[in-house]
Structures are given as structure tokens and as C-alpha cells.
């Protein structure tokens, strides 16, 4: 049985910081892609960036520069670092793994539950 579960979600100021973690079980981490999404109220999830099993890393543009992922495949754990935080970063991050993929998004093979994370200008 396979499973993400992040945490780490919260409330911050604009131009803070927060850290996600996602922790997988069920899978051979170190052999899958891993992804951020978000999901803002009324709007499709969107990708934010992955670190790809090869060990490179790519962002969307928005959050280039701002956001850092990395990933620690002796813990099955892969981390956002959200820095200079805006409030149009507001939204419900999800963690994803895929084997092969991570987009289009419904190519992802499994997601966690997803946590919040809320900017204040």
C-alpha cells in the first residue's frame, strides 16, 4: 500500500518561509520522480516542481528562485523549501510520485492528501 503524507503546512507572513516534508512508504523512492502541486481555491491543481529520480530539479517559473525542492531517499522523504513566501502562493500543496511521469499531472501514479499552506500580505 502506497503512501505520501505531508506535513508542514501553515500560516505565514508574506515574505516568510515554511518547509514541507513527504514522507512515502509502499514504493522504491529512490527510483520515482517526486513533485510538488498546488491547488488554489477555484483553480486546477498546477505544478510547482519536482526533483527527478536522476537528482536534478525543475520549477515552474512563479516559484523559481523562491522554492527549493530536495529529497533524502535514505528517509523516502522529499522537501519543499518555501521562502520569500506571497500571498498568491496560498493554496492546498499536494506531494506526488510518479515512475515514469509527473505530467501532464494525471500521469502522476500516487498523491497524498495534500496541506495547507496560507500566505497573510
Known amino acids: 500500500q502506497v503512501q505520501l503524507v505531508e506535513s508542514g503546512g501553515g500560516l505565514a507572513q508574506a515574505g516568510g518561509s515554511l518547509r514541507l516534508s513527504c514522507g512515502a512508504s509502499g514504493i522504491t523512492f529512490s527510483s520515482h520522480h517526486m513533485g510538488w502541486f498546488r491547488q488554489a481555491p477555484g483553480k486546477e491543481r498546477e505544478f510547482v516542481g519536482a526533483?527527478?529520480?536522476?537528482?536534478?530539479?525543475y520549477y515552474t517559473d512563479s516559484v523559481k528562485g523562491r522554492f527549493t525542492i530536495s529529497r533524502d531517499n535514505a528517509k523516502n522523504t522529499v522537501y519543499l523549501q518555501m521562502d520569500s513566501l506571497k500571498p498568491e502562493d496560498t493554496a492546498v500543496y499536494y506531494c506526488?510520485?510518479?515512475?515514469?511521469?509527473?505530467?501532464?499531472?494525471?500521469?502522476?501514479?500516487?498523491w497524498g492528501q495534500g496541506t495547507q499552506v496560507t500566505v497573510s500580505s
Open positions: 506526488a510520485a510518479g515512475r515514469w511521469v509527473l505530467l501532464p499531472r494525471n500521469r502522476v501514479d500516487y
Open positions: 526533483s527527478w529520480s536522476g537528482g536534478s530539479t
